[in-house]
């Protein structure tokens, strides 16, 4: 529960309706709505089983291994959402991670043109909640569907990334695993991160993630058009189809 208790620190979580999406648990949680699975899945079908249960239009998706450090400002942020919405988007990505490569639809976003890699990136993004209905694939973890979801999504318009980052952030958990370079910032950054339980990566796991971070920095310095076709190349999964 890092995550929320820094969105709620940070001052965002006040700003929304707030939701939980939870298995057969139901914890307490201040100002956090919770909604229940179905019945057990996949990341995307729970996902789906969440959507249904709301009645707005637009949703900002955050996951739990993403702990914010810092925001631009909560206003910033919400003027992006009012113009965003006002704009009749589909999809914004709160940080340039990766940045847009099409023209600029307001200041400081661009729109991400079909064939861009990870046109569904899960991380801080806002979504009108009926097209990420249509672009879910139930059997797809979040991993899977950030790759086979964005050649799916290349069918719609409307998907924007903004050219500044908005919220600093650590990616504390992969694959089941605590990133021990992320638990320290989180520590510096005075985090309370006493309830963690998860195992730490060992040195050769981290090494497999650092050797992993420096392909993704060589991979952002290609053209985009050709990004997509060179990480699939490396993917263990198959080759997402139109």
């Known amino acids: ?73 909560v206003d910033e942020i919400m003027d992006l959402i009012k113009q965003f919405v006002e704009a ?42 009926e097209v990420l209905l249509q672009v879910l694939d139930d059997s797809e973890t979040a991993w899977q569907f950030e790759l086979a979801g964005s050649v799916r999504s290349d069918s719609y318009a409307g998907f924007m990334a903004s050219e500044r980052r908005h919220i600093e952030f650590v990616n504390l958990v992969i694959k089941g695993l605590i990133d021990p370079r992320a638990e320290v910032r989180l520590r510096r950054a005075q985090v309370d991160i006493s309830g963690l339980v998860r195992p730490r990566m060992d040195a050769v796991q981290l090494g497999k993630l650092r050797l992993g971070e420096i392909r993704s920095r060589v991979l952002q310095l290609l053209p985009w058009q050709v990004r997509s076709r060179v990480r699939y190349l490396f993917s263990t999964n198959p080759v997402p189809k139109h």
């Open 88 to 129: 009749q988007g589909n999809y914004l990505r709160l940080n340039p991670l990766p940045a847009g490569n099409g023209s600029e639809v307001f200041a400081n976003v661009r729109e991400i043109k079909p064939g861009e890699l990870y046109r569904t990136s899960t991380v801080y993004a806002v979504w009108r909640r």
């Open 1 to 73: 529960m890092v995550t929320i208790g820094q969105l709620k620190r940070l001052g965002l979580a006040s700003q929304f309706d707030c939701h939980l999406l939870l298995g057969e648990a139901a914890p307490t949680i201040a100002g956090f709505q919770v909604l229940h699975r179905q019945r057990p899945g996949t990341w995307s079908s729970e996902l789906r089983d969440g959507l249904k249960q709301l009645k707005k239009a637009y949703v900002l998706l955050w996951l739990d291994d993403f702990p914010p450090l810092a925001l631009s400002s």
